[in-house]
């Protein structure tokens, strides 16, 4: 039902339906509503325009999902790290910020195929030649910043131990400006959103790219299956599917892809890539 048809009183649409059959009018169906959650703080998968306007790749896509499943988008825009306790609580139906398949999410969420392979890295200071480990940066007052509710927390504290001292943000912006005022000084966040948002603008040429790419979801998934997708709840598996065979038919047809590259020029999946390759523009 839409969000119209829901605030008219029963009797109201009794009414307006009893007269559309007295002439002979067939009353259209009403889409039904999908309630969806994204964060609207992770350039250029997902921001607010300078119309108030939810954009970016992922709201986009899951605009596309939703007229594949002939349904409506209604977006809820919290923190990233509100969206899986509200998923859970039931506030909205579908996750569609990416999210890294946990062990742990997995007994609580049923994940889609994978929307994005953006693996984490850490940004450091360019002129930083330590090697990213609990010896290397042991003794150099380095202040580690991470976004609050990310899968790589934890990731991050079992790797570099108390070598470091962690702060929590909101949203990437957050601590890119507090990477550039010295409040921090490194982060681990993921790749593709570091090099668009941070390292290819004017505030990140002090900083670099360490070497390597961490993978931070559950260790049995094949490599070449690694990647971010989006949540239903544990109770939603006929959801599931059909959110699922949309976001496959998007892929599979390049509208993901065309959708992609209106916010980035860097392909962010294999098929993404391979759908690409194809496009003249």
């Known amino acids: 039902m839409t969000r119209f048809a829901r605030t008219l009183p029963a009797r109201i649409l009794a009414r307006l339906a009893a007269l559309a059959v007295a002439a002979g009018v067939a009353l259209p169906a009403a889409a039904e509503t999908l309630r969806v959650g994204n964060e609207g703080t992770y350039p250029p998968f997902s921001m607010v325009d300078a119309d108030g306007k939810l954009v970016g790749i992922e709201p986009d896509l899951a605009r596309a999902m939703c007229e594949r499943m002939k349904m409506e988008c209604e977006f809820e825009v919290m923190t990233f790290k509100a969206l899986v306790p509200s998923l859970l609580q039931g506030k909205f139906d579908v996750l569609v910020s990416q999210l890294t398949p946990t062990a742990e999410r997995k007994e609580k969420m049923?994940?889609?195929?994978?929307?994005?392979?953006?693996?984490?890295?850490?940004?450091?200071?360019?002129?930083?030649?330590?090697?990213?480990?609990?010896?290397?940066?042991?003794?150099?007052?380095?202040?580690?910043?991470?976004?609050?509710?990310?899968?790589?927390?934890?990731?991050?504290?079992?790797?570099?131990?108390?070598?470091?001292?962690?702060?929590?943000?909101?949203?990437?912006?957050?601590?890119?400006?507090?990477?550039?005022?010295?409040?921090?000084?490194?982060?681990?966040?993921?790749?593709?959103?570091?090099?668009?948002?941070?390292?290819?603008?004017?505030?990140?040429?002090?900083?670099?790219?360490?070497?390597?790419?961490?993978?931070?979801?559950?260790?049995?998934?094949?490599?070449?299956?690694?990647?971010?997708?989006?949540?239903?709840?544990?109770?939603?598996?006929?959801?599931?599917?059909?959110?699922?065979?949309?976001?496959?038919?998007?892929?599979?047809?390049?509208?993901?892809?065309?959708?992609r590259k209106k916010y980035l020029d860097i392909s962010t999946l294999p098929e993404d890539e391979a759908c690409a390759a194809t496009m003249t523009n």
């Open 110 to 259: 049923l994940f889609t195929t994978r929307v994005v392979a953006n693996p984490m890295v850490f940004v450091v200071p360019a002129a930083l030649d330590a090697p990213i480990t609990r010896e290397g940066l042991a003794g150099k007052g380095m202040k580690l910043a991470l976004q609050s509710g990310g899968a790589h927390i934890q990731y991050a504290k079992d790797m570099l131990g108390d070598s470091v001292e962690y702060v929590l943000y909101d949203n990437p912006d957050q601590f890119h400006l507090d990477m550039v005022s010295g409040r921090v000084n490194m982060s681990f966040e993921a790749k593709l959103n570091s090099q668009v948002d941070f390292l290819s603008k004017d505030p990140g040429k002090g900083f670099k790219m360490a070497p390597g790419e961490y993978w931070v979801g559950e260790a049995s998934v094949p490599e070449d299956e690694r990647g971010l997708g989006w949540a239903v709840r544990k109770d939603s598996p006929e959801l599931l599917e059909k959110v699922d065979a949309a976001l496959k038919s998007l892929i599979a047809d390049c509208t993901y892809t065309r959708i």
